[in-house]
């Protein structure tokens, strides 16, 4: 039988803009780290395993970063899964104490990043996303924009051109995601927009303008994972979160068969399979979520993942824009209080991380002006691209597990 698994700390440090930021990634991990224990109550000595997110950097930068907190001599592993690096990590730490490996274990991530849109790094072998690029050449033409823009703009054509979305639909998501960050102090973006300068920006990959993209960021989040003989034994109830359902779900042959789209392309199907299975796990449903963390990398991905997880039928996400469903006072899950990558900033290794942290402050009612009145079910969408896709399901913690 496996352990019941909760959030006990959580922690982050606010993201900026690649080269603004004091300090390098060893004193952002520290903060993030030294915030989430204190959250928790509890020392770095009953950390038994570390699972250390990060994209940008050589081998071991994990150890570097952790041994800020404490040398220990426990485990620690370096987890690189593209822009879902920070919930892989999460992942992982959750089923070191599902498994009953230890009662207590770490998910921290980082990211120094640079400047501007997303590259590969070594040309001089084969490409991670060299089937993913090469499937989409083929549903569509190459164009001049970043790799990353044109594969998410290209899902949103696909959209349109098949369920007669239109741009406006995409760039209201970018409209409500920077207006949510505006009471996020740890948001990279703190700015309000109308919805015509956010149509009106550079165009980046049509229908995507600059403010519908996510920027590259740097900074660091760090999540504490514990049994339940750990929340009891230290009487941690009243803080903790319960991670009710998660999934992990790689590529499936839809990404790459014939009948790929570019919505399959950039992970779809994978989005919609890791619901699935973390619903099944939480006993639940779509309609059960109050609150949602996605993963808006780019405003086309968070209206295609509005049908992967279920919160609107195939084919029917821009209707949730056309109700203005998925913010406050809406008939949906809201969605990204935290202003989402969008607008709160994207460091690969951290975003998971981040997401868990605005959901745990959701659930305990610690979310100030961003607050989710009544929320009680909450949902984590991360993804990356090569591919990745990770769900998580978190409830407030209750000793009785029928009640979760």
Known sequence: MSNRTFVIGVGMTKFDKPGSKEGDYPDWAKEAGEKALADAGIPYEDVEEAFAGYCYGDSTYGQRAIYQLGLTGIPVVNVNNNCSTGSSALYLARRAVKGGLVDCAMAIGFEKMEKGSLGMKYTDRTPALDKHIGRMFEVRAPEESPFAPQMFGNAGRDHMDR????PEHFAWIGWKNHKHSVNNPYAQFQDEYTLDEIKEARMIHEPLTKLQCSPTSDGAACVIVASEK??????LWDQAVEIAGQAMVTDLSSTFDESADCMTIVGSDMSKEAARQ???????????????????CFSA???????ALGFAAEGRGHELVEAEATTYGGDG?????SGGLISKGHPLGATGLAQCSELTWQLRGEADKRQVEGAKVALQHNIGLGGAAV????????????GA
């Open 230 to 235: 750990y929340v009891d034994e230290h009487d």
């Open 301 to 307: 991905n968070e209206l295609i993942t509005y049908e």
């Open 333 to 337: 899950p809201v969605v990204n209080p």
């Open 278 to 296: 973390a619903y099944e796990e939480a006993g639940i449903s779509a309609d059960d979520v109050d609150v949602c963390e996605l993963h808006d």
């Open 391 to 402: 769900v998580s399901v978190y409830k407030p913690a209750t000793t009785d597990p029928a």
């Open 163 to 166: 369920y007669g979305s239109k």
